[in-house]
């Protein structure tokens, strides 16, 4: 992994390569600046709503919450060092910015994993398997999934975190900063990098997959039941086909949020594999790996938009905060029903003087 400019025998290891135009640095650098700053702005204020307001203290929102504090870690001590590196030729050579940033990257990379794959887990249960998401036992799941998510992270970081270390090109003044054990553990960097892809990307990849599968094909069957549910009882009908509609709409915004870990990722997974199988017969332009790189912490400051763009409650909060209690929004008659999975309530609160509608389900 390397956080500075590359020389074309660094296939294997992670960071911009300015070796074919100089000037692709300033555009890099205005790229990386903006995601640091909606990234930092948007992880932030998900955090904040997550953690102040108690309508949305539930079991995705908590799963929720772990990625974002990942990313924000990121967003604050991977991307500030490679800005730097970015505009200073020798401030790659900070030994200790090298290690946080690769430890903090990878940490990041395995919180999102694990916890996108809790998340459909958790969307699966509700849906297929109609467990209530707020029941005692459903958080202490949550909660132990989300320490699992951290330790398992820690553990696949702390390798780069030791072996990280910064190096000058040979017949140059140039630094860079890389992930390369010393040469009694190479043998062991093939095993990692295959565990790592196996463990962080390609296993989460596959059960959100098949997870998913079953979720729609319960979500299809469910629709295609309501017409004679209807026949039966019109106000259960309703209620029935409005709580589908809400875990139809959370189920997507998961699955959303995972899709894109996948793209995010998937360059630079790619590249990281391909080199450790291939080192001598692959060889990477260098826009393939600025790209997989812009495309790698653009991962990090994703969510809030996405976030934002499907999640009815996440878009009133990010209004209310961002335009200072400005936007309000109508307030709606309070209503309760009892949907096909569990109870969910609907109604008026008032938050310094501004009126919204919050549903449980986020």
């Given amino acids: 992994m390397e956080f500075s400019y590359s020389d074309d025998s660094g296939n294997g290891s992670m960071g ?7 000037n692709k640095d300033y555009f890099i650098e205005i790229v990386t600046l903006l995601i640091e700053l909606i990234g930092v702005i948007g992880n932030s204020l998900v955090i904040f709503i997550i953690l102040y307001y108690k309508k949305m203290h539930n079991v995705p929102n908590y799963l929720i919450l772990s990625v974002a504090i990942g990313d924000l870690l990121v967003l604050m001590f991977s991307m500030p060092f490679t800005i730097m590196s970015l505009g200073f030729d020798n401030a790659s050579g900070n030994e200790v910015g090298c290690k946080l940033t690769n430890f903090v990257l990878i940490l990041s990379q395995g919180v999102s994993a694990l916890s996108f794959t809790a998340l459909s887990a958790d969307r699966y249960f509700a849906i297929n398997m109609a467990v209530a998401p707020m029941r005692d036992y459903a958080k202490r799941v949550t909660y132990f999934s989300i320490i699992v998510s951290w330790t398992t992270s820690i ?3 702390l390798p780069v975190l030791w072996f990280s270390r910064v190096f000058q090109i040979p017949y140059t003044d140039q630094l860079f900063c890389s992930f390369q054990p010393q040469v ?41 039941e309501m017409p004679t549910e209807a026949t039966k009882a019109t106000s259960k009908s309703t209620s029935s086909k409005n709580q589908a509609q809400a875990r139809k709409r959370l189920a997507i915004t998961v699955l959303v949020l995972a899709v894109m870990y996948t793209i995010c990722w998937l360059p630079y997974m790619f590249k990281e594999v391909a080199v450790e199988l291939f080192p001598t017969k692959i060889n990477f332009k260098a826009g393939y790996k600025n790209v997989s790189f812009i495309m790698l912490y653009l991962s990090s400051c994703i969510n809030p938009i996405a976030l934002v763009a499907m999640s009815r409650n996440y878009r009133k909060y990010f209004l209310w905060l961002l335009f200072c209690g400005k936007v309000r929004e109508k307030v709606k008659k309070p209503t309760s029903y009892t949907g096909m999975y569990n109870s969910v309530t609907t109604k008026p609160i008032v938050v310094n003087n501004c009126a919204e509608t919050v549903l449980d389900e986020p």
Wanted: contains cysteine.
């Fill in 16 to 22: 911009f390569d300015f070796s074919d135009d100089d």
């Fill in 155 to 157: 553990c696949f970081a």
């Fill in 184 to 224: 009694k553990w190479q043998h062991a960097t093939l095993v990692y990098q295959t565990c790592r892809f196996v463990f962080l990307y390609a296993l989460p990849v596959i059960i959100i997959s098949i997870l998913y599968t079953l979720v729609a094909m319960e979500l299809f069957r469910s629709i295609r």
